[in-house]
């Protein structure tokens, strides 16, 4: 390795050139881009597996990319590598200096063969980048810059590359071969075999992928629309096989799904999905070889709860519509990340939608987009859906870029129409098909495609913060008279903004019929604007910002009687929602505030229990969504809404509501449960929503009589037959002082110790529980013996839940920023990307009551102070910091 570091020193005049390339910025800038000097149309990877050495030899073909500025060089991105040979056209060389992890080769001619070995140790690598070892097995992650911890390459994903892999190494450890596209042969060769593969769609390398490993397959096929068979497969390991049907049914109803509604057929012969159970996040799409988190594609009804088959369904089809977008067009560089993120959120949120309750699932959505990326957009973390710079991208993979990315596609879509935007999908893939594209490249086609001017919609690629919607409505005599104006608040880097189209879906209620005449459509793509409708005699009840037609920060003061109405009638179910929402949100914070006295609590308190009872008692409503009508706002988003939150009152006072309801409301509650615990065990969508309001019912119950809650939540729990009801059943037991909890926790354990998903599901309702001693649980789970930081499933399980569970996390002595904070510190060196995600929640310190404020702020200092921080997590300190 030493001849490596002093190739650059030989006195070869060839290095001259390499050497003054420039280091790789710190901080890497949108505007900065530039096209790759070279291609690489073919790339040879040959692996020798094995646990702790596998051999790389890499074989690139390079060529002048004649759309680029000409260079002599070309860096081949590293991360951690030796280079153990270097050849050019077969020649060994030493022609080559590193610059910092990157390998740096001055070429003469127009193209070049390129061979390069390394060594890599799959076993030490813990930060599950690269190719690593899980459980035994040998698995590669890529995305964004893994690819670079395996071979030297241009690791960018605007360089596209036909790859030819073989691979072999010992088949009794490794009895199964996996990698991207068709298997092009296979042999044996004593105690060792091999196999290779050849994937003919050229992609960028971070869609590479290798699977080793002792795996079984359930295997299906599908038809596509144009009659060609595909084989379906789902790897997992021996004793999984039988959790895996679920995945396998989403997998197809997916496949059809993305032919009927955006016309796209899959395109190999063959469709792999490999299940490991350490994934830093929840799947990736490798073209042709997915690979999930065990938590997305392992589920039984005795293991995995209701919203566990949701989350699958949805991943499943997330992934799988990525080979569209995100694999057939790719993007130009990784500020395009929202291009097939937020397009295939969308996606895989439509299709969700279509397979079961459309309301239900918008709803979910928006808690989504209101708990986890309200909260980004309007803290130090701020960024543009397409953001501007970056020091690590891993820390970009975020709920702006993921869900406002696809409220943004959302918007685009409810002004077109289906039918028109569905023209403007149709022409990005033709027209880019095979390209490293731009979010520039995926509007302009929208706009020629569906006839839409989205000059100025193009703002909110650009411009950070959740806008603020003032509406105000006036009555004269016949015309009701629609006020709205708008602002962007200042986000870091950017104090000023300008207006941007947002379309609101809207209806005006007659308040004697109950009716409305049509919903209309406004948009408001300017600081103010008046809309007039004529023909009320009496001012009309309003209904603005249907189905969250834009993911925006409604300012408004209704009168609670007009929340109460549209609580009951609405015909819009998100808006029915809405108005629940806003009935106990205006509540919560005008009395968290102190600004309601005795009698306006009360007459408040009583009208949102006269709108629950009326939730509980319409027969017209299914459970599902009966469900969310009784939900109460998070903490999270209450915090939102005060410019200074204090959570340890927030958490008061929604306790104190929801003891209030669960008391006035406690025989139609009761009476709701025992209806829904007739409903016989299945996955339809009754029996679902039975579960559902039973451990609302539960919850509801805990918060107002404890005794009978722990009786009734112990009980559920016995006689439970699925996963939902003994989980719902266990966390409402979790979080009382009472003799079941000890009991159940206890057997919960013992039932499903051997299967790691549910004893994830075991630390975790214990961190998020509404148990006073939960931050002494989590100290004494720490030291379980089930508990690894190698593992990021258990290390979220835990740390993650915690963070989310305000009354823990924001423990006024600030033992709970402590704790996050000593994790971090302790992961970092581990897994960087996993540790860095629990940053966040400490860089709320600026909207939090000066005493915890501080407290929050003296734990960011603490891990900036630390000697030695990965790049992931010193940036997320210092942006928090601010
Ligand atoms: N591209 C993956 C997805 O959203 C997410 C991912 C990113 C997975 C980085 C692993 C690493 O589908
Ligand atoms: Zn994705």
Request: contains cysteine; glycine residues 6%; charged residues 25%.
């Amino acid at each position: 390795m030493d001849i490596v570091r002093t190739a650059a020193t030989d006195g070869n005049p060839e290095m001259a050139d390499a050497a003054v390339e420039p280091k790789a910025p710190s901080e890497i800038r949108r505007e900065d881009y530039q096209p790759f000097a070279w291609l690489v149309p073919e790339t040879r990877l040959d692996f020798e597996l094995g646990l702790d050495c596998t051999r790389v030899r890499a074989g690139l073909t390079v060529v002048r990319n004649d759309k680029a500025a000409p260079s002599r060089t070309i860096r081949l991105n590293g991360d951690g590598l030796v280079p153990t040979s270097v050849t050019v056209d077969g020649e060994p060389t030493q022609a080559f200096a590193m610059d910092g992890d990157d390998l740096l080769l001055t070429l003469s001619g127009e193209a070049h063969e390129i061979g390069i070995e390394t060594e890599i140790d799959p076993s030490a690598n813990t930060q599950l980048m690269g190719l690593y070892a899980s459980n035994g097995m040998l698995c590669t992650q890529c995305e964004a810059e893994g690819f670079r911890r395996i071979t030297f390459f241009p690791d960018r994903p605007d360089v596209l590359s036909t790859y030819t892999v073989r691979m072999s190494g010992p088949k009794a450890q490794f009895p199964v071969l996996l990698c991207n596209g068709n298997r092009t042969g296979a042999g044996e060769d004593g105690d060792s075999h091999w196999a290779e593969w050849h994937d003919p769609w050229p992609k960028p390398c971070y869609l590479f992928a290798l699977v080793a490993g002792d795996l079984i397959a359930r295997s299906d096929s599908f038809t596509t629309m144009s009659g060609r068979e595909v084989e379906l497969n789902v790897w997992v390991r021996e004793g999984d096989l039988e959790r895996t049907e679920h995945a396998m049914e989403s997998l197809k109803r997916s496949m059809r799904w993305d032919e009927e509604v955006f016309g796209r057929e899959y395109d190999l012969d063959l469709f792999n999905i490999v299940a490991v159970s350490d994934f830093n996040m929840g799947a990736m799409e490798n073209k042709g070889l997915n690979i999930f988190n065990t938590k997305y594609v392992l589920a039984d009804p005795e293991t995995a709860t209701d919203s566990d088959y949701d989350a699958i369904e949805g991943v499943i089809g997330h992934e799988y519509f990525h080979n569209w977008s995100g694999n057939r067009i790719t993007c130009r560089d990784w500020f395009q990340l929202s291009l097939k993120e937020g397009f295939t959120v969308l996606r895989d949120q439509l299709f969700s939608a279509d397979m079961g309750s459309e309301p239900v699932k918008r709803i979910e959505d928006v808690r989504v987009l209101r708990g986890a990326q309200f909260p980004e957009d309007s803290g130090p973390l701020a960024h543009p859906i397409r953001p501007d710079s970056y020091r690590e991208i891993s820390n970009f993979y975020t709920a702006t870029v993921y869900n406002k990315g696809a409220e943004v596609i959302r918007m685009m879509r409810t002004m077109a129409g289906e039918e028109a935007f569905r023209k403007g999908t149709d022409l990005y893939f033709e027209r880019h098909d095979g390209e490293a594209a731009t979010c520039e490249d995926f509007v302009t086609s929208i706009e020629d495609g569906a006839g839409l001017d989205l000059t100025r919609f193009r703002r909110w690629y650009a411009q950070a913060g959740t806008p603020k919607v003032g509406v105000s409505l006036d009555h004269d005599g016949d015309v009701a008279r629609l006020r709205l104006t708008q602002t962007v608040p200042p986000t870091p880097g950017q104090p000023e903004k300008e207006p941007m189209p947002i379309p609101l879906k809207l209806a005006l209620f007659d308040r004697a019929s109950g009716k409305h005449r049509g919903e209309e459509l406004v948009v408001l793509d300017e600081d103010s604007a008046e809309f007039a409708f004529d023909g009320f005699a009496e001012k009309p009840v309003l209904s603005i910002n249907r189905s969250f037609s834009a993911p925006v920060q409604i300012e408004r003061a209704v009168p609670r009687e007009e929340l109460v109405f549209l609580a009951a009638r609405d015909d819009d179910p998100f808006a029915r929602y809405e108005a629940m929402q806003d009935l106990m949100t205006g509540y919560l914070v005008a009395t968290v505030s102190g600004d309601l006295g005795a009698n306006e609590r009360e007459a408040a308190r009583a009208d949102i229990a006269q709108a629950m009872q009326a939730v509980i008692e319409d027969e017209a409503l299914d459970d599902l969504m009966r469900g969310e009508l009784m939900s109460m706002p998070s903490q999270a988003y209450l915090a939102e809404q005060m410019l200074l939150a204090d959570p340890g009152r927030i958490h008061a006072e929604r306790e104190a509501l929801k003891a209030d309801l669960g008391a006035r409301l406690a025989p139609q509650l009761h009476t709701l449960y025992d209806r829904a615990q007739e409903v016989a065990f299945s996955l339809d969508a009754e029996a679902k929503g039975a579960r559902k309001v039973k451990t609302l019912v539960l919850a509801y119950a805990a918060a107002s009589d404890a005794e009978k809650a722990a009786e009734l939540a112990a009980y559920q729990y016995d006689r439970a037959d699925n996963m939902t009801d003994r989980q719902g059943a266990l966390m409402v037991l979790a979080g009382l002082d009472s003799g079941a909890r000890t009991g159940r926790l206890l057997d919960f354990y013992e039932r499903y110790r051997d299967n790691a998903l549910v004893v994830d599901k075991w630390f975790s309702l214990q961190a998020a529980s509404l148990h006073p001693q939960v931050v002494d649980h989590v100290k004494a789970l720490r030291d379980h013996p089930d508990f690894t930081l190698r593992n990021p499933n258990r290390v979220r399980a835990l740390y993650m839940a915690f963070a989310a569970n305000p009354a823990a996390f924001h423990a006024a002595d600030g033992e709970g920023y402590r704790l996050i904070a000593d994790l971090i510190l302790e992961l970092d060196p581990i897994n960087a990307q996993t540790a860095a995600r629990f940053v966040p929640p400490l860089g709320r310190w600026r909207r939090i009551e000066p005493g915890r404020s501080a407290l929050m702020h003296r734990a960011l200092e603490r891990i900036a102070a630390a000697p030695k921080l990965s790049r992931d997590t010193f940036e997320q300190v210092t942006r928090s910091l601010g």
